[in-house]
Nanobody, 123 residues
Framework: QIQLDEAGGGSAQAGGSLTLSCVPSGTIYSSYCMGWFRQAPGKEREGVTTINPYGETRYADSVKGRFTISKDNADGTLYLQMNSLIPEDTAMYYC?????????????????WGQGTQVTVSS
């Protein structure tokens, strides 16, 4: 059984920064792709960024140049560095893992999900 535990959410002013982390427990194979998704109130969940075992990444256009995904290969912890935050970044952020190694932003390819951590950006 794989469990993903997110942390690091909170409140920030527009222009500020936050760093999210996701610690996996259970067996996360080195071949898994991992990523971050988010869901704002009244909206569908969307892919933010993903990273595959080869370090290949994909970002949603809305966060390119502002967000950076990284992974500590020693313990599998996934990070999301969020800079230049804007109110539109306000959402519940979810960590996810996929058996596939394709850095897709499509949530249908992800098999394991965390409970989410709230990010709120005020103007």
């Amino acid at each position: 059984q794989i469990q993903l535990d997110e942390a690091g959410g909170g409140s920030a002013q527009a222009g500020g920064s936050l760093t999210l982390s996701c610690v996996p427990s259970g067996t996360i194979y080195s071949s898994y792709c991992m990523g971050w998704f988010r869901q704002a109130p009244g909206k569908e969940r969307e892919g933010v960024t993903t990273i595959n075992p080869y370090g290949e990444t994909r970002y949603a256009d809305s966060v390119k140049g502002r967000f950076t995904i990284s992974k500590d290969n020693a313990d599998g912890t996934l990070y999301l560095q969020m800079n230049s935050l804007i109110p539109e970044d306000t959402a519940m952020y979810y960590c996810a893992a996929s058996h596939l190694n394709i850095p897709t932003l499509s949530e249908g390819y992800f098999h394991y999900w965390g409970q989410g951590t709230q990010v709120t950006v005020s103007s």
